[in-house]
């Protein structure tokens, strides 16, 4: 499985932005996906999850301002980022696995190479 991030760049803060992950996967759908996200200086941590049922999964830090989903005919994985604020500032991953029994928490075995996010 291979996936690749797309859609970052500089915004202003209250700006938008969405990242798009391409999955090489033709049963994506089948897979939980996630975004990560990893901060200057800081460890990496779960953002957004997304299950095979289109159930989503957000760390208090984003909710209410980030949208995860899937666009299943196209294998593509979303992100659209609302209301950015400063503390947003990271490098995002997207994740896939076949198991995602632990949420944000859980292990994800195929990783995208990043795409660097900066508001300021």
């Known amino acids: 499985v291979q996936l690749v991030e797309s859609g970052g760049g500089l915004v202003q803060p209250g700006g938008s932005l969405r990242l798009s992950c391409s999955i090489s996967?033709?049963?994506?759908?089948?897979?939980?996906m996630a975004w990560f996200r990893q901060p200057p200086e800081k460890e990496r941590g779960g953002v957004a999850l997304i299950i095979s049922d289109s159930r989503t999964t957000y760390s208090d830090s984003v909710r209410g301002r980030f949208t995860v989903s899937r666009d299943s005919a196209k294998n593509i994985l979303l992100l659209r980022m609302t209301s950015l604020k400063p503390e947003d500032t990271a490098t995002y991953y997207c994740?896939?696995?076949?198991?995602?029994?632990?949420?944000?928490?859980?292990?994800?075995?195929?990783w995208g190479q990043g795409t660097q996010v900066t508001v300021s």
């Open positions: 996967e033709s049963t994506a759908s089948s897979y939980c």
């Open positions: 994740a896939a696995d076949l198991a995602c029994g632990l949420g944000l928490h859980s292990v994800f075995d195929y």
